[in-house]
Every structure is written in structure tokens, then in C-alpha cells.
């Protein structure tokens, strides 16, 4: 008679939230087993891997190449053939061209060979994500027997939408749910992420891990904070926001099915901190991932570009930052000292390059043809864009990345000058409004970010965040010239961008009419702008570029 081997009740469980870079499936295959023997020297059973992870997350057309896939199997074959020693399994993701069409896949890896795959049934296809143009619909996912234990795992929308995929998988056997996710960072979006595993692990009665990937590609950010809940609701661990990490979080099997009896809870930052470290986590990787060995950006002497020197510092080094200041006529001697004294206090390397003679042999060429014009904002951008070329002139002789420094309140309502002010590579504020940059720069003034490379101390001089903002382009010139106070501007932005409520919903609120049509005329008639403008990082729910697509060519005005 042949003895039953006894189900394990024990499952050690390394939870990676790590930093891929999309199409470096060599560079992401070494980091897979360099965690993967970090897990074995902590006695681990399995390593999960978070979504896509040997191609990097979101690959989009890249998983149309016949050639990229082919290069994602293989590696992911590879990493099979090591798990022979004996050593964890491992559950990784990764694009999968299949009869069926090409799938967002994960793999399971044991005992030398890929004992399961599975496939992403719920394609995202709103804000962000666009998987249903390169993705086809995986079949209803059973669970995966593991050493004798059987894991469902629904990888990302699959626990955020409605199509039942945890509850089949529950009906059909699942003892424990572990989610491989790449879920960007947006504010408070860790409550969110709670909120949906919850009310998953109420619905089918199992525990879910839910791991989340780490790092900057392109616009979004990944910011990890990866975590667990139990089946009584509580949290079993949460791992850190925004660092590198790897977690070994043990569970036990009892009369109530498996139960994790605590892990690692690291403390989570509140919003300024979030979304500071989300904007130097996605700059430092957007230059840092793309080859590009230094920065350099214009400094004014105003908040933004104040506070992207700062950033910049704390992402790349002051080593790698160079600052210009690039002074006209207008320029005032308090912006020269705070832009001498942010730089001085950041310890970058800071320029000076007067602009009025090149403004003015700009000006002596267009003579002619302006010839009986009165001069106004032409001969206000002609600085701007003076100073532009500078820049991507110093870029183009020194190999160094143009940081472009405006806002959104600026890129919503179009006060910023195309190949002035809005050249450059990457934008670390492009997501964020005025007031939000007034609230993290008063943040990074009191507190130095984990991971930060710049200094302690007051970086921002005091006089930059309390004066009156101003482009400086005329004598005496304030952005409240034409524009309503950044606390009203927002406010409104916020409800017409992120909110798309209505003008006259917009007016309940206590704003008056006329300035709302205002800013939302300016909104839609500023597209082409932003069309032509850098990436930057996501912040906010809906960022210019991957969440909100409105047409340039748009006569719509809504009048109530």
C-alpha cells in the first residue's frame, strides 16, 4: 500500500519588488537570479516576480517584434533550467506568443523546468494602459499545483476587475492567491490597492500577496509597496514605497487554511514625501535607464526650476547637475542672488550666460520684417527661446540632458513657449501643479528623502517660495498679471482635467463664471502645446499624454 505524502503546511515565500528595464531582458534575467539566490540563502520556497518582468513593464509594441518574444522565452527557459539545484521556484512574468495570440503570461518554474503558465484574462484598457492592443484575452486561469499546494495567480486587472477570475479560482480549488502586478503610482494610490485586494480576499475567503513592481519607465512610476492581507482582514506585511526590496514572508497552514503571522511593516510615506520620491525615482531612472551621463537646466530663480535643481540633485549627485542662469535686462537682482544661493546650497555647478546680446542681434534681424509692429509677447518669447537654444546648445556640445522645469498649471492653460522654456528631455514637475510644487519644495526643505543624494538643510532659499511668482519677460511682470491666483487656477484645473466636471459644476463651487470658460478655453486651445512637449513624471490620476488623449483640432466649449 503506497503512503500519501502529507500536504505542507508551511510555505516561505520571497516577495521581489525590483527595478527591470523594458526590452534589457539580459540585465532583467540577471536581476530574476540574483534574487532568486538572495531567496535561497533565506530559506525560501518560491520567489515571486512581479508582472512582465523579464521584459519590463509596460513592453507595448515591443510585444508585437516576433524576435522580442522569441528573446523573452528563452530567457525565461533559462531561469527554468536553474531551478534543478533544488532551490526555490519561481513565478515570473513575461509576454507570450501562443496559438492563441500573444498573452501577458507568468510562468512557473521548478524542478528544472516551466511546470505551469498562465495568462492575464482582464485587459486593461483605460487611463495608462492599452494592453488589448497587443494583448489577447487569456482562458478562465485555474490554480497551480506547487509542492503539493495549489496557487491561483491572477496577475494585475485580474483582481481589479469584474470578470470573476479569483472567484474561479477559489471555486476551483485555490488555497492562496498571489498577484504579480505592475501598477503605477499615482497619489494615494496604495489605499486603493488595499481597498481591491480586500474586497477580493472578503469575496473568495483566501489570503492574497500582492507584489508589486519598483522603478521609472518613461512617465510612470512604479513605486512597489508591495503587501499582504490575511483572510481575518488583516494586513500581513507591507513592504516599502519606492526602494528596492526583497521579502521573505512566511505562511502556515492551519484548520482555517494559511495565515501569515506577520511580516515586515514598513512605514509608508505621506503624500508630499509620495509624491517627491515618485518624481526623483521616475527622473533618476528616465536618465539613469537612457545613457544620459549629466543634466543641465536653466535656473531661474523661481520655484520650478528651483525645485527640479533640487531634484535633480538628489536623483543623479551634484556632480551631475549643472545649473545656468541666463539673465536679460528684466531679470531681477533678487532672482540672481536666489538662484546663486539655490545652486550654492544644492553644491551643483552654476553658470551665469547673459542673454542681451543674443536677444538683441534676434531682435536687429527681425527689424524689418517687424518694422511698424508694436513690440509685446513675440519679443517676450524671443527671450525664452534665446534662452532655449542655449541650453540645447550646452546639451548638444556636452552631452548633457535638458531638464525642462514647467508645471501643469503652466502646461494646462499654455504659459510656456514652444522651443523656449518647454525644451528639454524629461520634465520631474510636468505632473504636478503650482501649489504642489510650493508643498513638496516646503517638504524637501525639512526632510531629505531616503535614496536622496543632496544635502540636508534649507535647498530652496526661503525668498524663492515667498515671493510672487514671474516669467520675468517685462518690468515688473507677476503670472497673476493674467492669470487668477495658483490656489483658484488649480482648483479649477484639478475639476476640468482630473475630475471632467463641468463648467457649471465647476461655478457651484464658488468660482466665477467667466474665469472658468476662461481656463478651460485656454485648456483645450494649449493641446498642441503639450503635444510638443517632454515626458514627464505621472503624478495625479490623469497626467497630460498617457491618460488624457483630447483632440488639437476641438471646437467644443461646454456653456451648461
Not at 531551478?83 to 501577458?104: C, E, M, Q, S, Y
Not at 541650453?391 to 540632458?401: C, P, T, Y
Request: aromatic share 8%; proline share 5%; hydrophobic share 40%.
Amino acid at each position: 500500500m503506497t503512503a500519501h505524502k502529507a500536504a505542507p503546511t508551511l510555505l516561505r515565500i520571497a516577495v521581489a519588488q525590483l527595478n527591470p528595464t523594458v526590452g534589457d531582458i539580459a540585465g532583467n534575467l540577471a536581476k530574476a537570479r540574483e534574487a532568486r539566490a538572495d531567496a535561497a540563502r533565506q530559506g525560501a520556497d518560491l520567489l515571486l516576480l512581479t508582472e512582465l518582468f523579464i521584459s519590463g513593464y509596460p513592453p507595448e509594441d515591443l510585444v508585437l517584434k516576433p524576435a522580442f518574444l522569441n528573446a523573452c522565452l528563452q530567457a525565461v527557459e533559462k531561469l527554468a533550467g536553474e531551478t534543478a539545484d533544488g532551490g526555490p521556484g519561481v513565478i515570473i512574468g513575461f509576454p507570450r506568443l501562443a496559438k492563441t495570440g500573444r498573452h501577458n503570461a507568468v510562468a512557473v518554474l521548478d524542478g528544472g523546468k516551466i511546470i505551469a503558465v498562465r495568462d492575464k484574462v482582464d485587459l486593461p484598457n483605460y487611463g495608462e494602459f492599452d494592453e488589448k492592443r497587443v494583448f489577447d484575452q487569456g482562458e478562465m486561469p485555474g490554480p497551480v499545483n506547487f509542492r503539493g499546494i495549489r496557487i491561483g495567480i491572477p496577475i494585475c486587472e485580474d483582481i481589479w476587475g469584474d470578470l470573476g477570475v479569483c472567484e474561479t479560482l477559489a471555486e476551483s480549488g485555490a488555497e492562496i492567491l498571489l498577484s504579480p502586478n505592475g501598477s503605477p503610482y499615482y497619489r494615494d494610490k496604495v489605499d486603493v490597492r488595499h481597498q481591491v485586494v480586500l474586497k477580493q480576499v472578503i469575496e473568495t475567503g483566501l489570503p492574497m500577496i500582492y507584489a508589486n513592481q519598483l522603478g521609472g519607465q518613461d512617465e510612470l512610476v512604479f513605486d512597489g509597496a508591495s503587501f499582504a492581507f490575511n483572510t481575518d482582514k488583516s494586513l500581513a506585511f507591507q513592504m516599502s514605497q519606492f526602494e528596492e526590496a526583497l521579502s521573505i514572508v512566511e505562511w502556515k497552514k492551519g484548520d482555517n487554511g494559511w495565515h501569515c503571522a506577520g511580516g515586515l511593516q514598513s512605514r509608508l510615506p505621506e503624500q508630499e514625501e509620495a509624491d517627491y520620491r515618485a518624481c526623483m525615482l521616475g527622473f533618476r531612472d528616465y536618465v539613469n535607464k537612457n545613457g544620459f551621463k549629466n543634466v543641465v537646466l536653466g535656473l531661474s530663480g523661481g520655484i520650478d526650476s528651483a525645485i527640479c535643481a533640487a531634484l535633480a540633485v538628489d536623483a543623479l549627485g551634484e556632480e551631475r547637475v549643472r545649473t545656468i542662469m541666463l539673465p536679460y535686462r528684466y531679470t531681477s537682482k533678487d532672482s540672481l542672488k536666489d538662484a546663486k544661493d539655490c545652486a550654492e546650497a544644492l553644491g551643483c555647478r552654476y553658470d551665469i550666460v547673459p542673454i542681451e546680446e543674443p536677444v538683441q542681434g534676434f531682435l536687429g534681424a527681425l527689424a524689418d520684417m517687424f518694422e511698424g509692429t508694436e513690440s509685446g509677447i513675440t519679443e517676450e518669447n524671443l527671450q525664452s527661446r534665446t534662452r532655449g537654444t542655449i541650453l540645447m546648445a550646452v546639451s548638444n556640445k556636452f552631452g548633457s540632458m535638458v531638464v525642462t522645469t514647467g508645471n501643469k498649471s503652466e502646461m494646462s492653460v499654455g504659459y510656456a513657449t514652444l522651443y523656449g522654456d518647454m525644451n528639454g528631455g524629461f520634465n520631474p514637475i510636468k505632473d504636478l501643479y503650482k501649489m504642489q510644487v510650493y508643498g513638496i519644495s516646503r517638504w524637501r526643505n525639512t526632510t531629505v528623502p531616503p535614496g536622496a543624494l543632496g544635502p540636508s538643510g534649507v535647498v530652496i532659499p526661503q525668498n524663492i517660495i515667498d515671493k510672487a511668482p514671474s516669467a520675468e519677460l517685462r518690468p515688473n511682470q507677476t503670472d497673476q498679471d493674467s492669470l487668477p491666483p495658483y490656489p483658484v487656477l488649480d482648483d479649477i484645473l484639478e475639476c476640468l482635467v482630473e475630475k471632467e466636471m463641468s463648467t457649471e459644476e465647476i461655478v457651484a463651487r464658488g468660482h466665477d463664471e467667466a474665469t472658468v470658460h476662461r481656463i478651460e478655453h485656454l485648456l483645450y486651445i494649449a493641446e498642441y502645446k503639450r503635444r510638443q512637449s517632454a515626458p514627464g513624471v505621472k503624478i495625479t490620476k490623469k497626467n497630460f499624454g498617457r491618460d488624457r488623449r483630447y483632440p488639437i483640432t476641438n471646437r467644443f466649449r461646454d456653456r451648461g
